[in-house]
C-alpha cells in the first residue's frame, strides 16, 4: 500500500526549527524548515507552495505566524500551544496550523507527525 508522505512545514522566529524536522522525518514525513529570522511569519506562504499537510509555527507568544497563515489562507490554527498534547489534540480537531512558543524538540516534530498520519487513516 502506497501512500503519499505528510509534508511538514517548520517557520522559528529565530530561524531555528532543526530539531523539530528531525523529529518529523523520523516518524516518516518530509520537513521544510523555512531559513532565517522571521521565519514564522512566512509560514501561511511557504504551506500554500508547497501544498503541505500541516505546519508548525515558534514565536514568544506562539500566535503571529499561526494567526498570519490563517488570515491570509483560511487554514484552520491553533496558538499559544505550550505541550506536546496540546498540539497532538488540535491534530485530531483537524488544525493545519500549530502555533507553538519556543520548542524545537525532536519528540514534537515525531509526535505530531505521527498523530497527523493516524488521523489520517481514520
Known amino acids: ?21 528531525k523529529g518529523v522525518e523520523a516518524a516518516g514525513g518530509i520537513a521544510i524548515v523555512i531559513p532565517g529570522v522571521g521565519a514564522d511569519m512566512k509560514l501561511g506562504d511557504v504551506m500554500n507552495k508547497e501544498n503541505a499537510d500541516f505546519g508548525i509555527s ?18 484552520p490554527a491553533a496558538y499559544s500551544l505550550r505541550s506536546v498534547e496540546q498540539g497532538l489534540t488540535a491534530i485530531r480537531d483537524g488544525k493545519k496550523v500549530l502555533g507553538y512558543g519556543f520548542m524545537d524538540t525532536e519528540e514534537l516534530g515525531r509526535r505530531l507527525t505521527e498523530q497527523f498520519i493516524q488521523a489520517k487513516r481514520g
Do not use: P, W
Open 1 to 21: 500500500m502506497e501512500h503519499q508522505q505528510v509534508k511538514v512545514v517548520i517557520g522559528d522566529r529565530l530561524g531555528k526549527g532543526q530539531n523539530v524536522a
Open 58 to 75: 515558534f514565536c514568544g507568544s506562539g500566535g503571529a505566524g499561526a494567526i498570519t497563515a490563517q488570515t491570509k489562507y483560511k487554514y
